[in-house]
């Protein structure tokens, strides 16, 4: 059966930082191509040949992040996508714990995230397709050579995922638009204290904060302005970071939280 739905992930911070995350672009098929197009005009008029949170220090790149929140927003409010964010606290209870294995955590986490957004958002007729960034710490090429393995099959048809396809970030605005949304769900927690800075007090935040923070700043402030206008429940301030508490909004950003004393992160040997 070839697929009808398709879901593009990224992930930012998972063996360093406070607030690793993962973010998930999830739509009809039918809408990639026309989508895409519309994301890589935004790159191309904006001169950006790849769009990473990481290398935002100028200007051009955040004009190139604001227009493809724009354009996101958009598409979330007409239904043409799903955008779902989850982060969580390596200083939480459930992560204090010896030796912890970041990798085996992040599958775990994927595995929260795919039967939060693929199962319970999306029609039970979906067939997926799945394309994670190439750069990553989780071995979806393995799982994609070795489908005979009962334990994979099992979690092909858990998910209804037809196929597993890796993607080259810097081919796919796709992977670039999830990298920008975990960029700021991270940042936001991590940073928040920042971004208050900038609003409250913009002349001291000038002289206390990097270049790159300003940027950031300014994008974050953005994206929650939009928010609110668009009644699309997002909330920065009340959490310090950027959260949905509301799962069925089509932007989520996903605090996970221990689920009971035993919900612990996996541990490496």
Known sequence: MSFTH??????????RGAFPGIALVSMEKTAVSPLRHQYQNILDETRVDEFKWSRLHSAKR????????????????NKQMRLDILT????????????????ANLQRMYYHLFRNVLQARWPDTAVWQLCPDEHTAV?????????????????????????????????????QLADLFVGMASYSR??????????????????SLSHSDLERCQIIHSLNQHCKR????????????????????????????????SDKAPQRP
């Not at 969580?88 to 990798?103: G, N, S, Y």
């Not at 858990?158 to 992977?175: L, R």
Request: charged share 30%; proline share 5%; aromatic share 12%.
């Open 88 to 103: 969580w606290d390596i200083q939480d209870k459930r992560h204090r714990v010896l030796k912890p294995d970041r990798i």
């Open 190 to 207: 991590a940073c928040y204290e920042k971004i208050r800075l900038w609003q409250k007090e913009p002349e001291a935040a000038k002289e």
């Open 139 to 175: 071995a979806w090429q393995t799982l994609h050579d070795y489908l005979d393995n009962n334990a994979i099959i099992e979690f092909k048809q858990t998910f209804q995922i037809n196929q597993i396809v890796q993607c080259d970030s810097d081919k796919e605005p796709f992977i």
């Open 6 to 15: 398709i879901a593009f992930a990224d992930e930012t911070n998972y063996n």
């Open 230 to 261: 668009k009644r699309l429940g997002v909330s920065l301030a009340t959490h310090k970071g950027l959260r949905t508490m509301n799962p069925a909004k089509p932007l989520n950003f996903w605090w996970y939280i221990p689920q009971h004393d």
């Open 62 to 77: 955040r004009f190139a992040a604001l227009k493809m929140i724009e354009l996101t927003l958009e598409c979330l409010q």
